[in-house]
């Protein structure tokens, strides 16, 4: 069925501390701790409001879990509330609650950057399922050395401590990029007083175990930053089409948001132009790193520009019996009403999204005046039973390319929504490989839109529908045919992804 997106994926801003200003002058701070309890206070329960009215989560009896978390996390997000003190007391408090729900399309971002960011004067990254120092070189005094390898910190393994102090508030264990960045977000402290950061740990380096008593501090500059960034997955790709060696085709797609629709319209419009020689060439590396998401029919244009209709028409349907469950709410409705035009705009009048959103604007009106809470989207025709859900990532087929020049997909697992949309298309071309990381999964539920809390502290990116039957389960990435074990700045990654196509 089809699956158009009309938001991208939510950016993880729980790391960054981006922020996201309503206006010049954002939200006002509260000024005591008494505030800031009460604005937690208020934002939760708009936050459970809008969960419980404008996402399927608490009337989905498909998802048993994500219910029981409805109502279990919502009793411990209370309990954290009474202890709101500050910025960060108030995120975490609500941040706890909405990551619980273990779905990448519902998240909780900070609209101003987080007071608090230290570091103890080193950086660590994962190697293997080990954590070791890629970076000390803020150190004051004794520090671990570069390679040294954590054992232990205030008495509890690294596993231990990312259970206990990183998952419960951001990331998914599930996943194999969060699972990388945990390691590297042990030793950055953003104030959450529901886990505090580390204060004695025990690394072994140089044959012996030495133990540290850490010194933390204010991160200072953009290098921290940077450094930060490599230890964990690196920088996204950058929009273009470029020849880094002779034969090899540069394919970078870092977004599919239709914020990003001219940058798309031009790259589509240049691998067409240039398709028969793309084609042609030994190889081509479609760089799709940071691309958390957007509008899954920009996925599906790069890719009938680079193989042809033929060769993507040819591709068995994904999803084929599968349904959608869309949460009706008034404000949803608003949401893509005002989205429409610009979708119509991008793809055209008479375009099948154009058609598409049309429809889906009928049957939410429809289902809204009928107080019906879900609106059931399958294609026309169908009306037999649902099929299971999962195990398409594991039915790639084989045989040689349908062109001659070698497709890569170089990713460093923030591959997600319509990303993966994507992948869903040009894993399932034979002779296409993945390297690098493993892609993220999705969850099932899709298609979000972002809801400022009545604080204005935080927005939470709301999902409005839940698949049913879809053929790539909650969670189900697709794994790296060729797995990347170095360092993740950019330089790196493009010369081991080019010597990775000489060595076929």
Known sequence: MRRVLIAAAAACAVLTGAAFAQDQQGPTLPATPQAWRAGAETD??????????????????ENPRMQRWFDQGY??????????????????ALAAYTNGFQDPHLNLQSIVPLSVARWPGFITTA???????????????????????????????????RERTVFPFTMNPQLARDR??????????????????PRRCVFEQNGARVRFDLTWRDVSGDDFWTRYNIATTGPGAEFGVSAPE?????????????????QLRALVDQIKANAASIRAGHAVIIDVRGNGGGNSEWGAEIARALWGDE????????????????????????????????????????????????????????????????????DPGETGPIPQSGGYTQRRPEGPSPIPARVYILSNGTCASACLDFADIVMHIPGTQLIGMDT????????????????????????????????????????????YDGVWDDLSVRNWAIQVVQRQ
């Not at 990388?180 to 950061?197: E, K, Q, S, V, W």
């Not at 002779?246 to 001219?262: H, M, Y």
């Not at 990116?461 to 389960?473: E, I, Q, T």
């Open 127 to 161: 190697n293997g399922e080990d954590t070791v120092v890629i970076s000390n070189y803020g150190a004051e005094g004794s520090a671990p050395e570069n390679g040294a390898r954590l054992i232990s910190c205030d008495g509890k393994s690294p596993a231990r401590l």
């Open 75 to 92: 009793r411990e997000a209370r309990r954290r509330v009474r202890r709101v003190t500050d910025q960060p007391s108030y995120f975490y």
């Open 44 to 61: 939760l329960e708009a936050l459970r409001m809008h969960i419980r009215e404008d996402t399927p989560v608490a009337i989905d009896s």
């Open 440 to 483: 993220s999964g999705d969850g099932l539920l899709m298609e979000i839109r972002d809801q400022t809390l009545p604080s204005g502290l935080a927005r939470v990116n709301l999902p409005l529908k839940v698949y049913r039957g879809r053929a790539r389960g909650a969670l189900e990435a697709y794994h790296a045919d060729i797995a």
């Open 246 to 262: 002779e034969g090899i085709t540069w394919i970078g797609v870092p977004s599919l948001a239709n914020e990003s629709g001219d």
């Open 311 to 378: 060769v993507i028409s040819a591709i068995p349907e994904s999803n084929p019996g599968g349904a959608t469950d869309w949460r009706v709410s008034q404000r949803n409705l608003d949401y893509i009403n005002s989205f429409a035009p610009q979708l119509i705009a991008q793809f055209g009048e008479e375009s099948g999204v154009a058609q598409w959103v049309r429809q889906a604007q009928q049957n939410f009106a429809a289902s809204l005046a009928a107080n019906e809470p879900l609106w059931r989207e399958r």
């Open 180 to 197: 990388r960045a945990a390691h590297t977000r042990l030793f950055l402290d953003r104030g959450n007083i529901f886990a505090p950061p």
